[in-house]
């Protein structure tokens, strides 16, 4: 079982940076890939980016390649989710989630996912 709780979000301004965090439970992080989704009003949830078990393999949605970097911290249990040069079409509650497995960062359907956290709130203003 692992918990997960995201932190960081807020209301930014048009080409400005937020850190997302997200802080998980237990010894078996290191055991997990890690993903970052959002899920804008009306819209489905879909994927931003995923980072493998290592913290070597990571992959993007075509949309934030270039401005998002996801990254891993096991000592610290917490993955991240550096985002820079926000749009409003940004604009999203977004979710981390762990995946266990395969060990892929290319399965981009939440199915994939065994755990999520309860979502923190980003808001990019024009």
């Known amino acids: 079982q692992v918990q997960l709780v995201e932190s960081g979000g807020g209301l930014v301004q048009a080409g400005g940076s937020l850190r997302l965090s997200c802080a998980a439970s237990g010894r078996t992080f290191s055991r997990y890939a890690m993903g970052w989704f959002r899920q804008a009003p009306g819209k489905e949830r879909e994927f931003v980016a995923a980072?493998?078990?290592?913290?070597?393999?990571?992959y993007y949605v075509d949309s934030v390649k270039g401005r998002f970097t996801i990254s891993r911290d096991d000592a610290k249990n917490t993955v991240y989710l550096q985002m820079n040069s926000l749009k409003p079409e940004d604009t999203a509650v977004y979710y981390c989630a762990a995946k266990g497995g395969s060990d892929s960062v290319y399965y981009t359907e939440t199915f994939r996912y065994d755990y999520w956290g309860q979502g923190t709130q980003v808001t990019v203003s024009s």
């Open positions: 980072v493998s078990r290592s913290g070597v393999r990571t």
